[in-house]
T-cell receptor
């Protein structure tokens, strides 16, 4: 079955520290991969996406993600976290055979401490 | 570009009434629109996929007679929650897929439904 796993429900980091949010997927072929951020009561904002090509993808707000086919992972990273990065982060996967509808992970809640 | 709007942003209704939520693609034609549902502190779950001019495809466990979806034009899809009950209270988010950028969706800001 197709699935998306975000192993960490909550993560706390200090402001200025580096961040890595994990995402693993189980799909029949290489899917399309996305990371979204959601602030409380708000909609989704796309941080970055991977369709093909260079496996290191740069996004907005200083985020990047690396696609690793051998590990079925698409982890999100940021070298230095800002207090404004505190939010809910969702990894999502889409595929042609599902009409590109997205399957979301359960999300990781990021808390940033001073 | 690629802006999707939803209306209303918040709605409170009494149990037993019906509520209609609109999803519009403002600057592109959306051949496919998706409706997601998000319970508090949970992830987004796909409810249904709608293609312009045809019946929506509902995910398993989603009652099609309760959640009526109409995608009558290339820029508008509506979700009607019929005979709403408190357990239907949720955050409903639509997304639209352009006929030009087929592998990416653009999300609306969401509608918060509260059923009393």
């Amino acid at each position: 079955a197709q699935s998306v796993t975000q192993p960490d429900i909550h993560i706390t980091v200090s402001e200025g520290a580096s961040l890595e949010l994990r995402c693993n997927y189980s799909y029949g072929a290489t899917p399309y991969l996305f990371w979204y951020v959601q602030s409380p009561g708000q909609g989704l904002q796309l941080l970055l996406k991977y369709f093909s090509g260079d496996t290191l993808v740069q996004g907005i707000k200083g985020f990047e993600a690396e696609f690793k086919r051998s590990q079925s992972s698409f982890n999100l990273r940021k070298p230095s976290v800002h207090w404004s990065d505190a939010a809910e982060y969702f990894c999502a996967v889409g595929a042609p055979n599902s009409g590109y509808a997205l399957n979301f992970g359960k999300g990781t809640s990021l808390l940033v401490t001073p | 570009g690629a802006v999707v709007s939803q209306h209303p942003s918040r709605v409170i209704c009494k149990s037993g009434t019906s509520v209609k939520i609109e999803c519009r693609s403002l600057d592109f034609q959306a051949t496919t629109m998706f409706w997601y549902r998000q319970f508090p502190k949970q992830s987004l779950m796909l409810m249904a996929t709608s293609n312009e001019g045809s019946k929506a495809t509902y995910e398993q466990g989603v009652e099609k007679d309760k959640f009526l979806i109409n995608h009558a034009s290339l820029t508008l899809s509506t979700l009607t929650v019929t005979s709403a009950h408190p357990e239907d209270s949720s955050f409903y988010i639509c997304s639209a897929r352009s006929d030009r950028v087929y592998n990416e969706q653009f999300f609306g800001p969401g509608t918060r439904l509260t059923v009393l």
